[in-house]
């Protein structure tokens, strides 16, 4: 494409809201695309895109919300999966790719770029990989040119695929495992995906045509487990079996990871079958040259931190009634996260939460915070005595007692990493959110436990941190309406 029609296009974007979606958004706004992003819920959407990036209502199971959303696009992504659907999830996929691609036929849109899975289609198909290449034949039929790829296993800190690594090694020092993770995969890196989504808007003008992507290697999800247990420092026993149905190792993965019975089955059917590349097109079409596993891995944990500390987790729990998780997953880590309302500016309710610590104190529990400092220090941890460089300001880098600020946006958010001796690693989040008639202060803990030792250690103290973190979400929310009161 010449650089006016990369300067003038527009690009519609589905699924900004998931996974794969969300981090091609914020590399899309990077480049200075001119963006549409369509949602269900434009008012969750907003908060998670720069400025420039129109968020506009719309169901691409109702196709009347969609004609508006397509004027003026020159090109469509179409990143929408219903795999956690409780319905006939192939029915719906085929449906709304369908409404999708009348959609943008009708509004005159060049190119659709869809991200499918890859399988070996001679082998019977799982009902999610079916559902997949479906979903590319629907769009492909449609009369506007569609570039589709098949991704094999997509690895990156958040991936479904990566989390049920991560959950089953940290959690079972001994592993039974089925005769499904001996099959033959392509793992892919998250950033080499979004790659090759990002180098299709430039290819030129053509018929539509279908691309197989993975990585550099060959290998099984017993080899990928293995892998990564080499990178996390963790010796594991891994014992075959000779029977484990897909519907039996749903419910195992059920108990021993965060990923639900009915999501983890249609996972494990298409895992079953071989997802390895047989055409090479994708490699001499594109400048992408995609990283082994070993690398993938280890940038998904090198990565890891800095996306957690930019993210806000809780958005996801913004939309439940009840204003407090303690033990939600996310992936292998532990959120609790509550919130209170107040009748303040943010700036009057980020006062407290910048001089938390030190001479201040906790706002609440102070004795507990204090034991629990010295119990560091006789492990051999910085324990609670070291304070604050200063009472009133923060920057990043500083020590607050036993945690180091690893993020200030000062009056929007602070983000503390423990130093502290743990099994495991541990955050804690302050977020204050703008509301009509004051502001929400949201208090959020999370933790990566390692091993089973980690677990043990979070749900020993779960009574105490639902007494601390309540009474210290109280104490931050009193203190700033005391100091309002003064002024």
Known sequence: ?????????????????????????????????????????????????????????GDVSLPETLDAAFTGVDCAYYLIHSLGSSGDFEVEEERSARHFVDAAFRAGVKRIIYLGGLCDESAPPSSHMRSRLRVGQVLRSCGVETVEFRASIIIGSGSLSFELIRALVQRLP???????????????????????????????????????????ERMSYVDLM???????????????????????????????????????????????????????????????????????????????????????WTDALSSVEKPAWGGVSFGNRIVDSRVLRADLTPEAAFWPIQRIGGATGWYYGNALWQLRGLLDRMAGGVGMHRGRRDPESLRVGDVVDCWRVELFDPPRRLVLAAEMKL??????????????????????????????????YWYALYPVHQFVFAGMLRGIVLAALRQGAKS
């Open 1 to 57: 494409m010449s650089e006016q029609s990369e300067r003038t296009r527009k690009i519609l974007v589905t699924g900004a809201t998931g996974y794969v979606g969300g981090r091609l958004v914020k590399l899309l706004e990077l480049r200075g695309e001119q963006l549409r992003c369509l949602a269900r819920r434009p008012e969750v959407l907003r908060k998670r895109v720069a400025d420039s990036t129109e968020v506009v209502y």
């Open 423 to 456: 099994p495991g690693r541990a955050w804690l989040q302050f977020d204050v959110e703008p509301q009509e008639n004051g502001v929400l202060v949201r208090q959020t803990a999370q933790y990566d436990p390692v091993g089973l030792l980690g677990l043990a």
């Open 226 to 312: 293995r892998e990564y247990a080499s990178l996390a420092g963790l010796r594991r026993v891994i014992i075959r079996v000779p029977v484990l149905t897909p519907w039996l190792s749903s419910l195992w993965l059920s108990l021993v990871t965060p990923i639900f019975a009915q999501i983890g089955r249609k996972l494990i059917e298409s895992i079953t079958t071989p997802s390895v590349v047989q055409n090479d097109r994708a490699l001499r079409d594109f400048p992408v040259r995609p990283v082994g596993v070993r690398a993938a891995i280890d940038q998904a944990l090198h990565n890891e931190d800095r996306q957690f500390a930019e993210t806000h």
């Open 174 to 216: 001994v592993m039974l495992t089925p005769r499904w993770v001996s099959i033959l995969a392509q793992p892919i890196a998250i950033g080499d995906v979004i790659a090759y989504l990002m180098a299709a808007l430039d290819l030129e003008p053509g018929e539509s045509r279908v691309y197989e992507i993975g990585g550099a």
